[in-house]
């Protein structure tokens, strides 16, 4: 009877190799368009001196006309400094430095968009890296397929140590379902590090990014674009349009940031996104119930061991694919642990959300 609760991860299994079978559809995109399009780059940034100077100079270094982009750099009231920096950085023609008047990430990039002269607008981070030909290929890409939203994918830096591993493989998994459903024509999550939309998308849905909540500046414009059947979203699959991202250094800062990524999703009101969510949480509670059961009736270990080997199949392969996208050859060897680990990462950062739920709202300044 105990092997009947396998039910539950049913759900979860399918959902994951339908989102493996598009991966497997993506195809690498080539830039063979020229194209004169005005880009406006946001890096809505706060206390980033020690990051800043690398990214400006990725940024002045790109193989596009230097006439044809311009570099915004929103200083999210920083206390270091972010601002002289990249106020007196000269090696890119179109620089543009402003405070952010209000509070918080969402405000400042609204700054920067309001600013902005491009008809596409693209957002990074201040601890991002990228190749010279990042603009040119996402430039071709909106150039020959015209869509409101291109989804571009990030990668984690490469660090040694378990704790730095366990952070790359969560993110290759999450980059695996950002592209996977991107592909499938429903995507439920990008990422602003590596994001680019046109500025008409932008002003047309910017009362639906919901400046209650710290987070979610890159979801909320996702899923209310997608709201619109009108819009055209897609996935740029291509090395040069891949961005670098640096991963947490301490645990605190790990389950800040997980935190805040869980407290917008109460506002989601996509049923796939929220589907996803309601069956992946139900998987992972499955799991610590038949631990939990097996340490008093140890009839419940085998199933929960087949539980943990149905649901590591389907992450693995997302993973595995993701890994060889990035040129990473050979899987992380934790990746069994990690998935051990993950349901109390999980419950670690949940109790995190509820224990300060109030501290991811903010007031709504301008």
């Known amino acids: 009877m105990q092997w009947l609760l396998l039910i539950f991860i049913i759900p979860y299994i399918y959902s994951l190799f339908r989102i493996y079978k598009n991966l497997k559809t993506i195809r690498q995109y080539q830039a063979v368009k020229s194209t004169d399009i005005f880009i406006s780059v946001i890096v809505a940034c706060r206390n980033e001196e020690k990051n800043l100077p690398e990214l400006l100079d990725c940024l002045s270094k790109q193989d596009y006309n230097p006439d044809n982009f311009e570099i915004i750099i929103a200083d999210d009231n920083s206390n270091d400094n972010t601002f002289s920096i990249a106020s007196g950085f000269s090696k890119i023609k179109n620089l543009k430095v402003l ?5 918080g990430k969402k405000k400042a990039i609204r700054a920067g968009i309001r600013t902005s002269s491009g008809k596409l607008i693209i957002t990074t981070d201040g601890d991002c890296r990228m190749e010279a030909g990042w603009l040119k290929v996402i430039a071709s890409f909106y150039s020959e397929n015209r869509p409101d939203m291109i989804i571009c994918p990030v990668r984690p830096e490469k660090k040694p140590g378990f704790f730095n591993r366990f952070q790359e493989i969560e993110f290759l998994s999450l980059q695996g379902v950002t592209a996977g459903t991107a592909a499938g024509g429903n995507p439920v999550m990008c990422n602003g590090a590596n994001l680019a939309f046109t500025k008409e998308a932008y ?13 979610g500046d890159d979801m909320f414009l996702l899923l209310a674009l997608k709201n619109d059947p009108g819009n055209k979203i897609l996935w740029l699959e291509s090395p040069e349009s891949v961005v670098t991202t640096k991963i947490s250094d301490t645990m605190g800062s790990f389950l800040r940031q997980r935190t805040r990524w ?3 999703a109460g506002a989601y009101k996509d049923n796939y996104t929220r589907l996803l969510g309601i069956v992946t949480f139900v998987t992972i509670s499955l799991q610590w119930v038949l631990l939990i059961a097996g340490i008093f009736n140890p009839v419940f270990l085998p199933v929960f061991f087949a539980s943990f080997l149905l649901k590591s199949f389907p992450d693995y392969l997302i993973v595995k694919d993701m890994a060889l996208r990035y040129g990473i050859k050979k899987l992380p060897s934790i990746f069994i642990p990690s998935q051990l680990i993950y349901p109390v990462y999980i419950i ?5 959300f509820l224990s300060g739920a109030k501290k991811y709202r903010s007031p709504l300044t301008d």
């Open 99 to 103: 405070r952010n008047k209000g509070t």
């Open 203 to 215: 002003e047309r849905e910017q009362t639906n990014l919901h400046d209650e909540l710290v987070s």
């Open 262 to 264: 869980l407290s917008k």
């Open 348 to 352: 670690i950062v949940f109790s995190c």
